[in-house]
């Protein structure tokens, strides 16, 4: 995933050509999300930076002169994507887990590990309900067709380019079954903004940027609060999967937390 910063006055031909340009090569492969980011000092008071996504295609050098002729400036590479598609705005330092700023990146960047997911989980939520409704009445059935539909490694980019088996679908069935409180610390919750849902968050003990088989299955998947998902992504933490298929979460060298 990697972030492209544009100004106010190219960023509507950014998005009607699918391509933006640069004097260095970004380091991205085919199928990358691109985050496209207005930059600050063009934006209008209260908006938000990031606004719409594509997917990278490749990088050329531009030998033609195509960036002079679509913005008026000559750069050295083209960016070509493919893909734009609008997504509720936002701004990366409001969702982002890891510490890095972004602010001082000119042209582009690549994203963080860390910070792909909650991006991914912002820009593919689903508040509206789960992909499998059709199962909740039987959790049994339920965790079945999520481990069925989840049993190969992810493809993470073109899941998510194709608005494919999303990945706060499964958030919301694994909160459905395993409920809000957190399996660390036995916090319960608290109610999200006007709302009388109680918030929680779920961590993927295995990162889906690792690409390894089976992790968007239930296994993979455990209830937390925010405090203790970032103790998991920073703290001083051992895990291992025993042989009954629980996780075993240590802390500071402290006996182990077995989760249920």
Known sequence: ????????????????????????????????????????????????????????????????NESEKLWGKKWKYIISCSSVQPIEAFNLEDIQISNHNY????????????????????IFNDENGLEFN???????????????RYKGAPDYKERMIKY???PTAIRNAVVTLKGTKCQLCGYEGFKKKNSDTLYCEVHHMIELNKNAPKTLQTWNLIVVCPTCHRRLHYG?????????????????GLPPIILS
Not at 139 to 146: K, M, Y
Not at 236 to 251: G, P, Y
Request: aromatic share 6%.
């Open 164 to 166: 494919f088996s999303r």
């Open 134 to 148: 059709d199962f909740l009445n039987d959790s049994s059935e339920l965790l079945q067709q999520i481990d069925a």
């Open 1 to 64: 995933m990697i972030l492209i910063k544009v100004a106010a006055n190219t960023i509507e031909d950014v998005i009607a050509n699918s391509k933006s340009a640069s004097n260095t090569i970004p380091n991205a492969v085919k199928g990358d999300i691109v985050l496209i980011s207005q930059t600050i000092n063009t934006l209008s008071r209260g908006d938000k930076s990031i606004r719409y996504i594509m997917s990278f295609d490749e990088c050329y050098e531009d030998l033609n």
């Open 236 to 252: 001083n933490m051992q895990s291992q999967l025993n042989d009954d298929n629980q996780w075993e979460i240590s802390f500071d």
């Open 103 to 122: 602010k001082p990146v000119v042209t582009h960047c690549k994203l963080h590990s860390e910070d792909e997911e909650a991006v991914a989980s912002w």
